[in-house]
């Protein structure tokens, strides 16, 4: 199983960015969706996160900006250069997480 993250790139402040995240293969029993962001120098930190049992949740940064959706896509508006990283998705079920590579997204003010 793989996961391929996609639609990072390059906008001005205040612009849109939908990532999505695609599987191949098929994984069993998800109960967690998740997105994180890495920006250089930084730790890689929780962005998003949609479980079966609730959610979903958002970091204070990108509360009423960003919405992450059951298929694992995340929808990122009024984009500021402090969003500029690069993002993950992660899927975990009972015995695994998986990560996808990563996608750049540039924010420029």
């Known amino acids: 199983v793989q996961l391929q993250a996609s639609g990072g790139g390059s906008v001005q402040a205040g612009g849109s960015l939908r990532l999505s995240c695609a599987v191949s293969g098929r994984i069993l029993s998800i109960n967690t969706k998740a997105w994180y962001r890495q920006a250089p120098g930084k730790q890689r930190e929780l962005v998003a996160i949609i479980t079966n049992s609730g959610g979903p949740d958002y970091a204070d940064s990108v509360k009423g900006r960003f919405t992450i959706s059951r298929d694992n896509a995340l929808q990122m508006n009024n984009l500021k250069p402090e969003d500029t990283a690069v993002y993950y998705c992660?899927?975990?079920?009972?015995?695994?997480?998986?990560w996808g590579q990563g996608t750049q997204v540039t924010v420029s003010s």
């Open positions: 992660k899927i975990r079920n009972g015995w695994h997480e998986y």
